[in-house]
């Protein structure tokens, strides 16, 4: 009699540690670093650049700004601007950090992939990971260019057998502390609606069917999620993503805004799903002149950053509290995540 209801009472201990055994818990005294740059405008695109510092030690690229080639300049790059030689190496070199575990593009914009272009000659990088999406269609010689080169990136990875294809429902084993799971494009197909009666002549096929294939991550430490949706717009989010994601994967804490923030690309739709505490835009100030500041999450009660306003923000958690650090402005932003969004505590100066 007693020896089965310790027989039970085992079962139930290592059962019950097997269950738990796959969700990540933060330990004491560890943190997730997360720093949005604030990419350098070289007159060409928008340019996101988040670099990721796990709670083990390792460092990954969400992006890489922007590296427009160019033999119009002495640099080789367009306005002499390479957000990989002139913002992320230095921060790699600042912080100690000798060598990038893994970069993700989430799509082949100059703007999202340029940086990597210095970086991959100039610093060790393990491991590139995308979509492994090419554009099929007819494009112009300047696209044909753009994302031909990235082809030819991803081939030089390839090769030395340093690439992953990732697409919906991989998890990709960055952290013991981290859930790191791809939420978009699907695993079956492409997002491919063309819906040409809602664009406009100046948004090809080429720009934004690459931009709706973006990969798009969710990373949860502890408590505290963290939503990268690439450049994925309105329509694409609205008659693509929204059918093809469960809503409560989307929900999140912080959010790296799809499309730059830009409104004119934002969803009503998808802000409600994600319902973010905090959004973090990369944006130029020139954007903001034209009032095109993502209103939309501010209005849903979300913190918002712009880093055309704010320089580069940098988030700090524990995996039950985040803090927001923007390079300008003097403020930081505490926040309480005991497993549902709390509420803001303004401290600094």
């Known amino acids: 009699m007693y020896r089965r209801i310790a027989y039970f009472a085992l079962m139930f201990v290592l059962l019950s540690g097997c269950a738990l055994a796959g969700t990540p818990r933060a330990k004491k005294g560890e943190r997730f670093q997360v720093t949005c740059l604030e990419v ?5 695109g928008v340019g996101l650049a988040v670099i990721l510092q796990t709670p083990g030690g390792h460092t990954y690229l969400y992006d890489t700004g922007v590296g427009y080639p160019t033999k119009d300049d002495p640099s080789g790059w ?8 002139d913002q992320i ?13 893994g970069v993700v593009i989430s799509h082949a914009h100059l703007d999202h992939w340029g940086g990597l272009l210095w970086l991959v000659d100039h610093f060790p990088v393990r491991k590139l990971y995308d979509s492994g999406y090419d554009f099929p ?3 112009n010689p300047e696209w044909r260019q753009e994302l031909g080169g990235y082809t030819d990136l991803r081939n030089r990875f390839i090769q030395r ?30 997002f491919s609606e063309p819906r040409p009666e809602l664009r406009s002549a100046a948004d090809p096929p080429s720009h934004y069917l690459v931009n709706a294939n973006s990969v798009e991550l969710r ?29 409560d994967k989307l929900k999140a804490n912080i959010l790296i805004a799809p499309a730059h923030g830009i409104n004119a690309n934002q969803s009503d739709a998808f802000a409600k799903a994600v319902s973010p505490q905090v959004v973090v835009a990369s944006l130029f100030p020139r954007w903001l002149q034209d009032k095109l500041a993502p209103a ?6 979300a913190k918002v950053y712009i880093t055309g306003e704010r320089g580069w923000v940098k988030i700090v958690s524990d995996g039950e509290h985040f803090t927001v650090y923007p390079e300008r402005s003097g403020e930081s932003h505490a926040v309480s995540v005991p497993g549902v969004p709390d509420h803001f505590s303004v401290t600094g100066k």
Request: glycine share 10%; aromatic share 8%.
């Open 78 to 85: 367009v306005a002499g601007i390479n957000t990989g030689r």
């Open 137 to 139: 269609g007819a494009m």
């Open 40 to 44: 350098a405008d070289s007159g060409r």
């Open 296 to 301: 939309l999450y501010s209005d849903r009660g």
């Open 219 to 247: 990373i949860r430490y502890g408590n505290v999620v963290y939503l990268f949706p690439g450049d994925i717009q309105k329509d694409d989010v609205d008659h693509s993503l929204l059918t093809s994601v469960p809503h």
């Open 161 to 190: 057998g340093a690439y992953q294809q990732v697409r919906a429902g991989d998890r990709l084993p960055w952290d013991p502390e981290l859930e790191v799971e791809v939420l978009a494009p699907p695993r079956d197909h492409y």
């Open 89 to 101: 190496a230095p921060f790699l070199r600042a912080n100690g950090i000798e060598q990038i575990d």
